[in-house]
């Protein structure tokens, strides 16, 4: 696949997979991009949104009459003027509701309450002040371990039947083996810890502009979304508009992380505020506005137990994990998994029993939760495993990475069914840890670290070797509110031999357009610079559930190499009666079939192309032209994994972590461009030391969002991160027809564990055994003292 | 408190060598003047707390975050916004750095990154990789994880000091 030289085209790109520069770059170094706040619309009006300053209150009375009165606003929309459409609520992707503007109560801070649409956006900011509503106080819940306390206050109360602020109880696994396990190990870890919440924080915030042409009825829905024809069907559903006369166009799109998924109260506003106008109506959020109330990330409270013998052969693992999912359940994962991917728990080891419990509840905050490149909650399963091994290590007396050698899976081992029902394609566990311990020069960095000890300095190494399970996935078990999770290709082959591709899915920045070229070239021998790659328009794109979840190259990849093969087949008989033989006969070479035994006699893909428009005559029931469409369904997720090393300093006077170094090994089958996917292994580690050290949303007492700006919720800059050390090994997939793995979430999942299990491993001279993230120079400072703070909330229970 | 903000204001600046003059109002930021005023919208707006840095643009040479100016401020400057930076001789050594060290993905940084980058090898035309990250550690960026962005300016800096030495032999 890559250890085939691979021809360059005249323009010295690749035929195939390799390094290439983006196609995309060519306008975005020029300033050319076209986000959605660059969409310009004659006649376009401009929207704000009023938000809660509560978590949680009634609300007596709102008065938009001064608002209305403004010159030069245009309208003011409420919940009650939604009511009388039906639109007050709308359905979440988890079965759930979820207010588009607050009727009864308000739930969360910065919860959606009135929409302005006016001349421009200064004048729908002044609107704004000019709104009054009467809030009577509730007292929230801000603690998820108090949600479900008989005297808590019920949030959803406009639920019929909810008495409490339960959501759900899920479990995986076999209870009984793994308390069978547990009851013959040597050694039992416990270790409770908390996953924070945290925001992916896109440089680009959501938005819309939403344009409905009171004519003919179509609605065309500009829109910065990771899943555009998801999107179109829900809006179908929800607004009861004919999907035909539904347009959904993504422009470039500043980042997503997961961010961009769900439909958010301002879109279904803005299409109203289009049909209540007459006039386009653009509404994108400020940053404010994307930090407290759009898809946060994580908040799982995890208690680990995992059991070993005494000289370090793990036995089983089980996790209760108290998961908060804000005032709607509005997590957006595959039907059947309420708790997302979590159950991959199990991580990259060998034994026989494991066990999880998993319940959702309501709190007075934001909805989300499956977010921020998570792969539907892989990063808190790889955290909790990655985490509690270390704990166990430290139990035993044991060296982190000994104990993970002596635990991982076996290359013979694969295909490996894990006590918790997931089929792993393929691995080469040791391999990996083995070549990160040699990049870091493992031995030699304990040495420096125990002559560190000896002079009182804080020096920690953390490993972290994960699993992750992405290309979501099979339809049997994987629908978003019954939308199956396969994706459609369109592939066209000019006449001259340049191509377009069609794709559903949709990019953020992955660089699709350069991606998906070099798979069509890979399987057609056309370079990549004569294919075209489509994407981010529903009306001219085949239907499919969009990027995230690392699921782009996994099953859209699929369909594009599928589609491609299917133009190889077609162009087979073609070249067969053009050279007047049997198909048999033929050989593909790339880019060209041939006569076996005499490779002269052939004919390119790009004469083929011409002669599928020609006036050749073709055998009968063989159409013309060189299309072809594919649907692809996986038969199973694919697997990447990857070995992680991170060394941290530690200042033992002000508890401030500097990463000095990260090695990542990562294996995601062939790579498809080296460069891109290096590219996001740099971006997802930068998230997990951000996860780590820096970034998370908390509130205080009164259910004040306090992580509201970025300078609240901190994000790494380059100085707090290293430049990074990147190892590779390559174990196909076996079931994919590429062989290639996903890996845009890999860093993410993958490297926050080992951070905290360096920063843990620094403060080994002051008997530490964990603290929870972030470990800002305060919670180190304190950890160090002897008492670790709750980083989710700002006040003592 | 008074919602009169309408008191217009009439904007001229130099931007990217071309001459231009608006009215807004006085209340109007410098981003929005730009991207909506002067119609160029590779000037990106992300954070409003000067914290991002997607909006930075070059104003009398200084690289500054345009959403913490107002546009009447800027009357009588001289703007260089990403649109400016490519000239007919091609691309600037910074783009071509970005392109081929891969130091962008969903671009929307990019603009503002640049233009901070172009006024650190203005100042510093040999940086280490850590006076680039100091440099540079008033933008943000979600994708690239920085270190192609390290490489980039290297890149840059290494280009223009060839060209430098080129043009002075």
Redesign the interface.
Known sequence: MTDTAVPTSAAGNPIGFGRM??K????????????I??VNLPGMLHAAILRSPHAHARIISIDTSAAEA?PKVHAVITGAVLETLGLAWMPTMSYDTQAVLATDKVRFHGQEVAFVIADD??AAR?AL??IDVDYEVLDPVMDAKRALDADAPVIRDDKEGQTDNHIFDWEAGDAADTDAAFASADVIVKQEMLYPRSH??????CGTVADMNPLSGKLTLYSNTQAPHAHRTVYAMVAGLPEHLIQVICP????G?GNKVPIYPGYVCSIVGSIVTKRPVKWVE???ENLMSTGFARDYHMKGEIAATKDGKILALKVDVLADHGAFNATAQPTKYPAGFFHIFTGSYDYGAAHCKVSGVYTNKAPGGVAYACSFRVTEAVYLVERIVDCLADELGMDPAELRMKNLLRPEQFPYTTPTGWEYDSGDYPRALQLAMDIAGYDDLRKEQAEKRERGELMGIGISFFTEGVGAGPRKHMDILGLGMADGCDLRIHPTGKAQIRLSVQS????HETTFAQIVAHELGIPPEDIQVINGDTDNTPVGLGTYGSRSTPVSGAAAAVVSQRVREKAKIIAATALECSVDDLEWELGRWQVKGDPEQGKTIQELALLAHSNLELPDGVEGHLDAQAVYNPPNLTYPFGAYICVVDVDPGTGHVQVRRFIAVDDCGPRINP??V??????????GIGMALMEVIAFDKDGTNLGG???DYL?P???E?P??ELGETVTPSPHHPLGVKGVGESATVGSPAAVVNAVVDALKPYNIRHADMPLTPAQVWMTMQGKTLRTDLAFED | ?S?D?HNMVSVSVTVNGEARTEEC?A??LLV?FI?EKLG??????????S??G?CVVSVDGQPVKSCTMLAAMADGAELT???G??TADG?HPI?QG???C?G????????GM?IAAKSLLEQNPNPT?HE???G???????????????KAVQFAAEKMSASQEGASS
């Open positions: 520069l983006r995309e770059d060519v306008r975005f170094v020029r300033g050319q991009g076209h986000y706040d660059d403004h956006r200064y002044d002040e000019l992916p924080a896109p440089m680009e915030t470039d799109i500043g980042g992380f400020d940053r404010s953020q920045g992955q660089g460069m891109i290096e590219g996001q292994v740099h971006g997802g580690l930068v998230d700006s970025y300078m994000l800059t380059p100085m991160v430049s990074f | 408190m919602h903000h109002e209340r109007m929005h991207r160029l919208t590779g000037t990106h707006w992300g954070c409003d707390t914290n991002c997607v916004t990403v649109e930076l490519e691309l783009q970005f392109m081929e891969h962008l993905q969903c671009g929307f940084c990019t603009p640049m990789e680039i990250r100091d540079l550690s008033g933008q943000l960026c979600r994708c690239t994880g920085y270190h192609n962005i390290v």
